[in-house]
Structures are given as structure tokens and as C-alpha cells.
């Protein structure tokens, strides 16, 4: 099931990501498996482009909830990643080196001394305490500030970006479409290089979330106590990433407390401030942090910074375990909220996940609370409404697991392409014009597109009419008339996109 861009559109997301309760088996696509034996010219189908296709989607567990027993979330905890601990020795500094592997905690053990995520607490305290993970709060102090959370998550650092040019990088150009389009899920495992991209927008980004903040505070920035280490988890492995993906823009002291942000010109002393607030003065990422209760099991949303959420905002809920956060969504109780519940009490942290959603807009709206006028938009077909007025907004969004903390963070930005774009990519219009002509009516209605269709049908028909005409599309199989709608091998792509990116960049 796709997002819509509805008041629950990234609750929704999060409830349908956390169907996914098995990871470890990866499944092709029919158009997979096609495109695989058309480069091995077993058959004569439609030719795909050159350009690299994203990892290969990940399979849903059919598995229902009538047919598990109910599962003791009080002493479920994710997999452990103690057994790094002498291999972040060796490579850190020499407070690390007194870490070592010791003892599995068992379960019961850890029920007995978890470190809570209710109230504040200390690094410092006589007794250690322990994370879902495994961690104790002596080892984590004895990691100190900026460990190498490459090694700990099992996440690899990554690459430098040999071709980023801030005045000209573009994200990546995502069409999340599927035909036919149903309540199936497209997970794919995170692309290390890309869980965090820094584009063109950037500094006009980070000012209008800044404002935003200023303007309505809690509703988009708030954490409770209980989230101090992953708040300063998460930023610090934010900043590392930063610095090892974009090295000449951004980089750290050799003591670790000054981190200098060259596109903004700025440099900011890390322990004078929040983490969250660093996130939003320097990653225009939106960021929802859950932990697990240690009474209970369950995760409860406690801290976030969200700038782009449309019909709802952080102190709505804020606190809110997660069958609270999802209870306006459509037979989630039925059909959700088991799988959700399992998937995240066993989540492991070297597994992170990706996803796109979309929606059409009119303009570029990124924060929407209930009441903004821009909603009165939706409600109308605007009748001078022109096609340089619509466009496809993406959230492109990562689901992973934070090693020391355990917590796990949702993390999602809002991407906006005018729909004239889709001109001259290929399958591209003939793809979108069958969902939106053709897509289940309660998922269409929910996904709210009634709104731009008066534009955009009439465009992407013109669209899809001229690829077929200039030979951008052709059929599947010889004798065939036109091409079989279906979701692209390249999805979320489409066929050269690479050679359109780039060559839109420049490079």
C-alpha cells in the first residue's frame, strides 16, 4: 500500500513497513526476473536501460497473526551486537580498549536491569544499566562521544561523493509507481551511500525548517525523557555520515565537540545543544525516534524532529505507544498491528530498509498542520489550475535500528518534481495514468489525487501518446500492439534515469 499525502500519511507508512517481518529472504519481480533474461537475450522483450536498479525488493511474510501464538514482548529483545565489541577496540581509541565481548546478557537478565526510556537517567551510575541491544551504560560510556557506529551498527560507512557539486546535486529522481497497484509492499535494503542526500535545496531547507520551529516549536521538534542516548546517537551517527559522504563540506574537530558545516558557514560547539536541535540546524531530514517501554516491551514514540508532516505533528503524539499513534488508520488493528508489534521488537540493526511514497500536489507544500489554508486546495478541482502547478511529491524513507540504544528511527524527506518532468521518462506517464485511472478506489480516495486529476490526466495521456509515437515505449513481446502496463524493472526508477540525472547535473 502506497502513502497518500492524507493527514496519516507517514503513520500509515510506518504501520505498513512494519509488516515486514522477515528480512532475510530476497525476492525479484516478475519484471526482475524479465529484465535478467532479456540481458541474457533469452527473450526478445523491451530493452532496459544500462543504468544501475536499486537493491532488490525484499519478500512480506504471509504469516498471520491467528496463526502465531501471542508472543511475550517483555522478554523479546532484537539481536544483540556485543560480539563487535573487541573489533571496536581495536580500531578506537585507548579508553577502548578495556571493552570486551564478556557475557551474553540473557533475556531475563536484561528485563531485570534494563536502562528505562521513561525518565532521565545517567552514564554515570554505580549500577550499569542496559540497552535492548545489549549494551551496558559503563561500555557505552567507555565508548565515548562519536564511536565508530559503522562497526557497531554493521552498517558500512559511505563512499565519498566524488561528484557532488552543492549548487547543482539533485536527488535521485524516484517514481515509486507499481501496476497493479494493491496493498503489497516494495521494500528494498537501505543503499549505505544514500541514507542521508544533500541537494541544491540545502541551505533553503535548513532555513525553512528553522523557521518552521520558530514559528510552532513542539509541534514539530519534542523529546521526552528517557530519549537523551539515541537523540545523541542518532545525531552523532547523522554527523559521520555527513562527514564521510560529503568530506569537503563537512567535518568534525579532531576532539570531536566542534562540528563545521561549510555550505552553511557555520560552526557549532556539539555539547552547548540538544542533539535534535543540531539535526534540525544541519540535516533537513525529518526524524521519528521509538523505544522500547521496559515494562511493557512495546515501542512508544518519545522524541522527533518533523517538518513535513501534512494533518498532524509531533506533540499529537508524541508519548503515544504505537497502536495509539496508528488508531485513525483503517483496519489496522485487523490487519497491522501484529505484524508491527513483531517486526519491531526483532529488528536487527544491520538491516536497515527503504521505501518511497507518493502524492500529487498543487506547488511544494512541506508542513501542512490541520487548518493550514493550503488544505482548502484538496478540496476543489482549481479550474485555472496549470500544469506547472503540479507536482509529485516523494517521501523518500529509511526504517533501521540504532546499535547502542536500540531504538529505532524512521526518517523520511519530502521531494517534490513538476509532472512535466514525466515528458521524456520512459513507461513513466503510461505507468502513473493507469493508477490513477484504474487503482483500488478506497486506496485512490485515501491517496487523494482527485484534486490535480483534471490537469494531469489530459498531460500524461499527451505524454504517454508522444513516447509511443517516437518509439520511448515499446511492447513487452514481439506482436504485442502497445506495452503491458506494469511496475519497471528499474523501479523505483525508470529506464536511463541516470543518464537524465546526471546529465542534469552536469556531469
Known amino acids: 500500500m502506497e502513502f497518500s499525502i492524507l493527514p496519516n500519511r507517514w503513520l500509515l507508512g510506518l504501520g505498513i513497513i512494519s509488516l515486514v517481518s522477515s528480512l532475510a529472504v530476497l525476492a525479484f519481480s516478475k519484471r526482475h526476473r524479465d529484465a535478467a533474461l532479456r540481458k541474457l537475450h533469452f ?54 580498549s578495556k571493552i570486551s565481548a564478556g557475557t551474553e546478557p540473557s533475556p ?24 535492548p541491544t545489549g549494551f551496558s551504560t559503563a561500555e557505552i560510556k567507555a565508548m565515548g562521544d562519536f564511536p565508530a557506529y559503522d562497526i557497531l551498527s554493521g552498517v558500512p560507512f559511505p563512499e565519498p561523493y566524488k561528484n557532488f557539486d552543492p549548487a547543482k546535486a539533485l536527488p535521485r529522481p524516484y517514481r515509486p509507481f507499481r501496476w497493479a497497484y494493491h496493498q503489497t509492499m516494495s521494500l528494498t535494503k537501505m543503499e549505505p551511500n544514500w541514507w542521508l542526500e544533500v541537494e541544491n535545496t540545502y541551505v533553503e531547507r535548513v532555513k525553512q525548517r528553522q523557521e518552521l520551529f520558530r514559528e510552532h516549536g513542539t509541534k514539530v521538534l519534542d523529546y521526552l525523557p528517557g530519549s537523551e542516548l539515541v537523540c545523541k546517537e542518532l545525531m552523532e551517527m547523522c554527523l559521520q555520515f555527513y562527514c564521510a559522504r560529503y568530506p569537503t563540506y563537512f567535518s568534525l574537530s579532531p576532539d570531536k565537540k566542534i562540528f563545521q558545516n561549510k555550505l552553511l558557514g557555520t560552526k557549532t560547539e556539539i555539547k552547548r545543544f540538544h542533539p535534535l536541535h543540531i539535526l534540525l540546524n ?56 501484529f505484524s508491527m ?19 500529487l500536489e498543487v506547488d511544494t507544500p512541506l508542513f501542512m498542520p490541520p487548518g493550514h489554508p493550503h488544505e482548502k486546495l484538496r478540496e476543489i478541482q482549481k479550474p485555472d489550475l496549470a500544469i506547472d502547478e503540479c507536482y509529485l511529491r516523494v517521501d523518500w524513507q529509511t526504517l533501521r535500528r540504532l546499535p547502542l540504544s536500540g531504538g529505532i528511527v524512521f526518517n523520511f524527506k519530502g521531494l517534490f518534481t513538476p509532472v512535466k518532468e514525466f515528458r521524456d521518462e520512459p513507461y513513466i506517464p503510461a505507468l502513473l495514468l493507469k493508477i490513477l485511472k484504474e487503482g ?4 485512490m480516495e485515501y491517496k487523494n489525487t482527485w484534486h490535480v486529476e483534471h490537469v494531469c490526466l489530459p498531460v500524461l495521456e499527451e505524454y504517454a501518446r508522444e513516447q509511443v509515437a517516437n518509439g520511448m515505449v515499446t511492447p513487452d513481446h514481439e506482436g504485442e ?23 542534469q547535473q552536469g556531469f
Open 282 to 337: 544541519n540535516v533537513p531530514e525529518d526524524f521519528a525516534i521509538v523505544l522500547r517501554n521496559e515494562k511493557d516491551g512495546m515501542y512508544y514514540f518519545r522524541a522527533g524532529v518533523i517538518c513535513s508532516s501534512l494533518g498532524w505533528n509531533v506533540s499529537t503524539k508524541i508519548g503515544m505507544q504505537l497502536k495509539e499513534i496508528h488508531k485513525p488508520i483503517p483496519d489496522y488493528k485487523e490487519k497491522m498491528s
Open 108 to 131: 531475563e537478565f536484561l528485563v531485570k536491569n534494563l536502562l528505562p526510556t521513561t525518565r532521565s537517567y545517567s552514564l554515570d551510575n554505580d549500577v550499569p544499566k542496559y540497552t
Open 341 to 359: 508489534d513483531r517486526y519491531f521488537s526483532k529488528m536487527p540493526t544491520n538491516a536497515p530498509i527503504q521505501r518511497g511514497s507518493w502524492g
Open 43 to 96: 527473450h526478445k522483450h523491451r530493452r532496459f536501460s544500462g543504468s544501475s536498479t536499486p537493491p532488490r525488493s525484499l519478500s512480506i511474510s504471509k504469516e498471520s497473526a491467528a496463526s502465531c501464538a501471542n508472543p511475550d514482548y517483555v522478554t523479546a529483545f532484537p539481536p544483540s551486537r556485543r560480539s563487535i565489541l573487541p573489533e571496536l577496540a581495536d580500531k578506537a581509541v585507548d579508553v577502548n
Open 481 to 503: 500492439e502497445e506495452w503491458q502496463v506494469a511496475t519497471l524493472g528499474e523501479s523505483p526508477y525508470f529506464p536511463g534515469w541516470e543518464d537524465k540525472w546526471h546529465r
Open 440 to 443: 483500488k478506489k478506497n486506496l
